[in-house]
C-alpha cells in the first residue's frame, strides 16, 4: 500500500507539472543549489516545471529545459537505496512531463502541437521520438527533504532539436506542408503588393534581414510563426524557407528588444535589416504588418531574398 501511496504522489506531482498554468516560469526550490549553479553556468532557464512553463525562453535560448521532482521510497531498507530510487522516479517524471509540455506548443495559428497529433502522423511521431531522445543533465538529492529532482533537456533546433523534427517532417508531408499556408482551413492569399503608377520606388537602404517588433501585439512563439498583410495576405511562413536552413536554424530569432534581435540576426549574416512594427495579429502565432510595410517588406526581400534564409527575427513582450 506504501508503495501505491508514493506512486500516486509522484504522479499527482508530474500532473502538476503538466497542468501548471501557461502564465508563469517555472523555478527550482533554493534547496537544490546544484541544479540551480548548473542552470547558471549553462546561461539556462527552466522552461517547464511544477510552477509553470516558459515558452518565450525556449525559443530564445534555443533548448527546452524541464525537471521534476519525486520523494524518497519510505520501504528502502538503507539511505543510499532511498535516494537513488528517488533520484531515478524524478527522471521519470521529468521525462513524462517532457511529452504534456510539447503538446501545449504552438504548431502553426491556432493549432497545438496536441491538435496536431490527432491530423498529422508526422506529429506524432517527432513528439515521440522527442521524448525518447531526453537528455538528463542533472539530478540532486536533498536528505532534509528527502526530495531529489532531475532535470532533462531538449534543444529546439539543430539534428537532434524538436522543432528541426518537427519541420523535417512537414517537408516530406504534403498535408502538413499544406497546412502551413492555410488560415481557416483555406488557402491563405500570397501577398502581392498594389499597382502603383510609378511603381513603388526602391528602398533607399538594401536590407538583408527583418525584425519585427510584435511587443504591441498578444503574440507568441511558435512552431511555426507567419506574416500577414492587412488584408490577410501571406507575406512570410517556414514554406518560403529552405530546408536545409529550416531544419538547422528554425523560421526566426526571438528576443525581447530589438537590439538583441540586431544582435541575433549578426549570427545569421545580417548586417541591415529591415525594422517594422507589427499593427495587429490574425492569431496568436501570426502577426500582421501595415500596408506601407507589406510592401518594404516585399521589395526588399525581392533584392535580397532573406526570407528564403529565415533572416527574421520577433521581438516578443
Known sequence: MKRIAVAALMMTLWAGAALADDGGASQIDDTFTKAKAWLSQQNLSVTGGPNGRDDNAAFSQEALVFYGEAVGNPDARTPAQREMGAKRAAVVLAQRSVAEYLNGFALVGDTSVKD?????????????????????????????????????????????????????????????????????????????????????????????????????????????????????????????????????????????????????????????????????????????????????IFSANQKANFLAGAKVAFVLK
Do not use: W
Request: glycine fraction near 6%; charged fraction near 25%; include cysteine.
Open 116 to 296: 496536431g497529433m490527432l491530423q498529422y502522423d508526422s506529429v506524432r511521431s517527432a513528439v515521440t521520438g522527442m521524448v525518447k531522445g531526453v537528455q538528463v543533465v542533472l539530478q540532486e538529492y536533498s536528505k532534509d527533504k528527502d526530495t531529489a529532482i532531475a532535470i532533462v533537456k531538449i534543444g529546439l533546433h539543430g539534428p537532434k532539436g524538436f522543432a528541426s523534427a518537427v519541420y523535417d517532417r512537414m517537408t516530406k508531408d504534403p498535408e502538413l506542408k499544406k497546412a502551413v499556408t492555410e488560415l481557416d482551413g483555406k488557402p491563405a492569399p500570397k501577398y502581392e503588393p498594389p499597382a502603383a503608377t510609378p511603381p513603388p520606388a526602391a528602398p533607399p537602404v538594401d536590407y538583408d534581414g527583418l525584425i519585427v517588433d510584435a511587443t504591441d501585439q498578444n503574440f507568441k512563439a511558435a512552431l511555426i510563426n507567419r506574416i500577414f498583410s492587412t488584408k490577410k495576405e501571406l507575406l512570410y511562413d517556414p514554406s518560403k524557407v529552405s530546408q536545409k536552413v529550416l531544419v538547422e536554424q528554425g523560421c526566426g530569432e526571438y528576443t525581447n528588444s530589438v537590439e538583441k534581435a540586431k544582435a541575433a540576426l549578426e549570427a545569421r549574416g545580417v548586417k541591415t535589416p529591415l525594422v517594422i512594427k507589427a499593427v495587429g495579429t490574425v492569431t496568436a502565432a501570426d502577426l500582421q504588418v501595415s500596408d506601407q510595410d507589406a510592401v518594404a
